[in-house]
C-alpha cells in the first residue's frame, strides 16, 4: 500500500478512489475540485504512483496537462514517490516512463498522425503555430483582394482570432462576430470565404495549425471504429486543468472514454479566466451530469498556501458569485497579515507606494523575486516599468513576448519545416526573402519553379539566382534536401542549419551577435528531442518563454522582481502580491460589463490574482489612471470608480488606507484643534477682564 502520511483526507480519498477496480468496473468517473493552493499537483502525482504501484502498465495511462512541463513535473513527482516507497521495501527501482503524457494538442497530434490514413489526411503533415497561421491569412486576404476593399477589413490577427473562436466553440461565423466582434458585423460573408480559403491552403500544403490538431481529433473521435482502438489502448485517463477545456477538448474526452471508466479530471472552476480561447467554465461544472452513473465529487479544501485572512477575502468574493461550486478554503495558518486596500491619487502614486513597500520588504530580508505586482491588461504596468528602470531595479515581465515570436528564431525554425514539408509556403517565403536581392515576386516564382517540379526540393538547385544571393541559395538548398533525406542524422541537424542562417542573420540583423545566444538555446533544446517531427510538434504546441526578457541586467546576487498578467500567473504563489487597478473598467474588465457570464469570469480572475498570495495582498484602487489610447493626448485621464467586487462584505475583510497619507486632513485636524482652544480662551478671558 502507497503511503500517503503527506496526503490530508480528502487528498487520500482522491488518490485511492477507483484504482483498485478490475477493467469491467462501471464505477463511476471522479471529478476533484482542487481550489488554489491545495496540493492538486501533489494529488495527482501520488495518484498516479499509486496506479503504477499497484499493477497499472505505466503504456496503459494516459495523461493530460495544459502545458508539457506541468507533465515532466507530475511524471517527475510520480517517479520520486514510486522511487521512495521501493526503496523503503527495499525492492529494485527503475525509473518509470508514461508515453502518453502531453497537453491536449501534442496528445491529439500524436492520435492524428498514428490514425491519419483512416481521416483522410498525410501523416507527415507540419504543424503551424499561430504566427504562421497570421502570415498564411494575410496571404489570402491580399489575393482575395479584402485588404483593399473601401472599408477597413479586419487585419490578420483579429481575422485568426475569430476563426480560432469559430473552431473552438464551434459557432457560426455570424454568432462570433455578434458576441465577441461587433464592429466586425459587417463582414460575415468575406470571412467564411476566407476562412474557406484558408481550411484549402492547409489542406494543399500538408499542414494543420493549431486549433485543427483539436478540430480534427474532435471528429476523430466521433468515429466508432477508430474511437473503440482509442479507448482500447489506455486503462486510466487524468486530466489535469479541467476548468481550461473548451467544446473540442471536452468533446474528445467524452468522444473516446464515453463511459467514463477509470478518468479522473481534476479542476477548480474559480480559476476558469480562460474564455478568451474559448475555454467554458460549463465543461467542469456539467462533468458529474455527462456519465451514468454521475460522476463522484471530492473537494480539496485545505490550503497550503495562504494565511486565513487572504482566504476569506477569496472565499467571500466567490460566495457573491452566481454560479460555481463555491468550496469554502481554510488553512491551519490563521494569523498574518490583513489584506490592504490602497487608495492612491494616480498611476504616479501607485508606482510610488509599490516601489516603497517592495523595498521595505526587500530589507526585511524577502528577495524581490518572492515578490509579484499583477495586473489585469499588460500597458497596465507602464508607469511601474519606467519608474523600476529609473531606480535600478530589476523585474522579469511574463506575458510579454514569447522566444518563438523573435524573428531569428522564426527563420532558423522556418528551414526546419520547409525541409521537414517541401509544400510548406509560409516558411519557404519567409526564408527566400531572407537572401539579398530577392523579394517578394522572386520568392514567388521560386515556390512555383518548385511546385511544377513536384515540390522535389533538389530542383531548387536548377534556379538561377542573382550573383549576390548564389552562394547562400545554395548553402539553403543544400541543407534543405541533406535534412529531407535525413542524410544528416537528426542531432546534428539543427547545428547545420544553424551554420547556414549565421550568414543570413548577420546580413539582415544589425544586433545579430545578441541574437545568436537565442539560436544556441535552440540548438541545447533540440537535443532533448528524439526527432525533428518531435521537437518541431513540441516546441510549436508549448514554446519556451523569451529567453532576453529582462529589463535590465540582474544585480549579483540574482534577484529581480515579478511583474505579470493574471493569467500569466495563474499557478504561481509568492510572499508578497500587489493587485494594479482594482476598480470598475479594469477589475471588472469594462468590456464585460453587461454580461453576467464575462463578469463571474472576472470575479474569478481577481480571485486568482488574490489566491496567488502567502503572506501579503495589497489591492491597489486608484482615484484616477491612463488608458493607453490617450497617452498621447496630454493631460488625459479617466477616474476609476470603486469595484463593484469590492462590497461591503469584502470591505470589512480588508484594512483601507490611503497613500500618501492624507496631510491636508491632518492640518485641518490640527488647525481646528488650536482654533477650538484660542474661543475657549477668549471666553473664559471676557469674565476675568469684567472682573
Excluded at 259 to 281: H, K
Excluded at 480 to 489: E, G, N, Q, T, W
Excluded at 576 to 590: C, K, T, W
Amino acid at each position: 500500500m502507497l503511503d500517503t502520511i503527506e496526503l490530508n483526507a480528502e487528498q487520500t480519498d482522491a488518490v485511492n478512489y477507483g484504482i483498485n477496480l478490475d477493467h469491467s468496473s462501471t464505477a463511476a468517473p471522479l471529478l476533484v475540485i482542487a481550489g488554489a493552493g491545495t496540493g492538486k499537483t501533489n494529488t495527482l502525482a501520488h495518484k498516479t504512483a499509486k496506479l503504477i504501484i499497484d499493477g497499472a502498465a505505466p503504456e496503459r495511462i494516459l495523461l493530460m496537462t495544459f502545458a508539457r512541463r506541468a507533465a515532466a513535473e507530475l511524471s517527475s513527482r510520480a517517479n520520486r514517490i514510486v522511487e521512495q516507497h521501493l526503496r523503503a521495501k527495499n525492492a529494485v527501482y527503475q525509473p518509470i516512463k508514461i508515453n502518453w503524457m502531453g497537453t491536449f494538442h501534442s496528445i491529439a497530434a500524436r492520435l492524428l498522425r498514428e490514425h491519419a490514413t483512416s481521416i483522410g489526411i498525410e501523416s507527415d503533415f507540419t504543424i503551424m503555430d499561430r504566427n504562421d497561421s497570421a502570415d498564411m491569412i494575410d496571404m489570402l486576404r491580399h489575393e482575395l483582394g479584402f485588404s483593399q476593399t473601401h472599408k477597413r477589413f479586419p487585419k490578420k490577427k483579429t481575422c485568426l482570432d475569430i476563426y480560432s473562436r469559430c473552431v473552438n466553440s464551434q459557432s457560426k461565423v455570424e454568432d462570433v462576430l455578434e458576441n465577441h466582434f461587433p464592429y466586425c458585423n459587417d463582414w460575415a460573408n468575406e470571412l467564411t470565404t476566407l476562412f474557406a480559403n484558408y481550411a484549402n491552403a492547409k489542406s494543399e500544403q500538408l499542414c494543420l495549425d493549431y486549433d485543427d490538431l483539436l478540430l480534427y481529433c474532435y471528429y476523430m473521435a466521433q468515429v466508432t471504429e477508430i474511437a473503440n482502438q482509442v479507448r482500447e489502448q489506455f486503462d486510466f485517463i487524468l486530466v489535469d486543468e479541467y476548468q481550461d477545456t473548451n467544446v473540442l477538448q471536452s468533446g474528445i474526452l467524452t468522444g473516446f472514454f464515453p463511459t467514463g471508466r477509470g478518468l479522473t479530471v481534476v479542476g477548480d472552476d474559480a480559476q476558469s479566466i480562460y474564455g478568451f480561447r474559448s475555454a467554458t467554465v460549463d465543461n467542469i461544472l456539467d462533468f458529474p451530469s455527462q456519465f451514468t452513473p454521475p460522476a463522484k465529487i471530492i473537494s480539496l479544501k485545505k490550503n497550503y498556501r495562504s494565511h486565513q485572512h487572504i482566504l476569506d477575502l477569496s472565499n467571500a468574493l466567490l460566495s457573491e458569485g452566481h454560479e460555481g461550486y463555491k468550496i469554502e478554503l481554510y488553512s491551519d495558518k490563521k494569523t498574518g497579515t490583513k489584506p490592504k486596500l490602497v487608495t492612491v491619487e494616480d498611476d504616479a502614486k501607485q508606482a510610488e507606494y509599490i516601489i516603497e513597500q517592495i523595498l521595505a520588504a526587500r530589507e526585511r530580508g524577502i528577495e524581490l523575486k518572492k515578490q509579484a505586482v499583477l495586473f489585469r491588461s499588460s500597458y497596465h504596468s507602464d508607469r511601474l516599468e519606467l519608474e523600476l528602470t529609473r531606480r535600478n531595479i530589476p523585474y522579469v515581465k511574463h506575458g510579454g513576448l514569447k522566444f518563438l515570436e523573435a524573428a531569428h528564431v522564426k527563420d532558423l525554425l522556418s528551414i526546419l519545416r520547409w525541409a521537414d514539408n517541401p509544400k510548406h509556403k509560409i516558411s519557404a517565403f519567409r526564408l527566400l526573402k531572407l537572401l539579398p536581392s530577392i523579394g517578394p515576386k522572386t520568392a514567388e516564382k521560386i515556390i512555383h519553379h518548385l511546385s511544377i517540379h513536384q515540390y522535389n526540393l533538389r530542383a531548387l538547385a536548377q534556379y538561377t539566382v542573382p550573383e549576390c544571393a548564389k552562394k547562400h541559395f545554395d548553402n539553403l538548398v543544400n541543407a534543405l534536401f541533406s535534412i529531407h533525406d535525413d542524410a544528416v542524422k537528426w542531432s546534428d541537424q539543427v547545428n547545420l542549419v544553424a551554420n547556414v542562417y549565421k550568414g543570413l542573420m548577420e546580413l539582415n540583423y544589425e544586433d545579430h551577435f545578441v541574437r545568436w545566444g537565442d539560436i544556441e538555446q535552440l540548438i541545447q533544446i533540440s537535443q532533448q528531442f528524439p526527432s525533428r517531427e518531435r521537437f518541431l510538434t513540441e516546441l510549436t504546441l508549448d514554446p519556451p518563454q523569451a529567453s532576453g526578457d529582462l529589463a535590465g541586467s540582474p544585480l549579483i546576487d540574482d534577484d529581480f522582481l515579478i511583474l505579470s498578467t493574471v493569467h500569466s500567473a495563474k499557478g504561481q504563489e509568492w510572499q508578497n502580491v500587489h493587485i494594479l487597478n482594482v476598480a470598475d473598467g479594469n477589475f471588472p474588465n469594462e468590456y464585460a460589463v453587461g454580461d453576467k457570464r464575462s463578469i463571474e469570469e472576472e470575479r474569478r480572475l481577481l480571485n486568482v490574482a488574490i489566491t496567488r498570495a502567502k503572506d501579503e495582498l495589497h489591492l491597489l484602487q486608484p482615484m484616477k489612471y491612463w488608458v493607453p489610447e490617450q497617452q498621447n493626448w496630454g493631460d488625459k485621464h479617466v477616474y476609476g470608480g470603486k469595484s463593484r467586487f469590492i462590497t461591503d462584505k469584502l470591505a470589512n475583510l480588508l484594512t483601507h488606507t490611503y497613500y500618501p497619507k492624507r496631510h491636508h486632513e491632518e492640518k485641518e485636524k490640527a488647525t481646528a484643534k488650536t482654533a477650538l482652544t484660542d474661543i475657549r480662551k477668549t471666553v473664559l478671558g471676557m469674565w476675568n477682564e469684567s472682573a
